[in-house]
Nanobody, 124 residues
Framework: QLQLVESGGGLVQPGGSLRLSCTAS????????IGWFRQVPGKEREGVSC????????NYADSVEGRFTISKDNAKNTVYLQMSSLEPEDTGVYYC?????????????????WGQGTQVTVSS
């Protein structure tokens, strides 16, 4: 069964950090481009970051550039999103997704597999 599972979300104070994990079963993430997206109620899902299969290309939304870092551990079949200097505006459900078009960071519609999401709440 093909499955992506996000973990690591939670409640954190502004200025704090969290590390999200995206672990796959039934597919090998090293052959996919992986994206992180987030969504808040009433708004469209937006791209946060992505990494290509080889890891040579990483992209970040302007709002998280310099604060978030995406990385992958092929041995663990896991992609991480390290989030630092968190702001209340970072609150949302974070999803990871896998795109078989492995060498590009594509738009949301291109992704083939999605996880169920993990909630991140930044609040004092």
């Amino acid at each position: 069964q093909l499955q992506l599972v996000e973990s690591g979300g939670g409640l954190v104070q502004p200025g704090g950090s969290l590390r999200l994990s995206c672990t796959a079963s039934g597919l090998t993430l090293q052959y996919f481009a992986i994206g992180w997206f987030r969504q808040v109620p009433g708004k469209e899902r937006e791209g946060v970051s992505c990494i290509t299969a080889t890891g040579t290309i990483t992209n970040y939304a302007d709002s998280v550039e310099g604060r978030f870092t995406i990385s992958k551990d092929n041995a663990k079949n896991t992609v991480y999103l390290q989030m630092s200097s968190l702001e209340p505006e970072d609150t949302g459900v974070y999803y990871c997704a896998a795109d078989a078009d492995a060498y590009y960071c594509s738009s949301l519609e291109a992704y083939d597999y999605w996880g169920q999401g993990t909630q991140v709440t930044v609040s004092s």
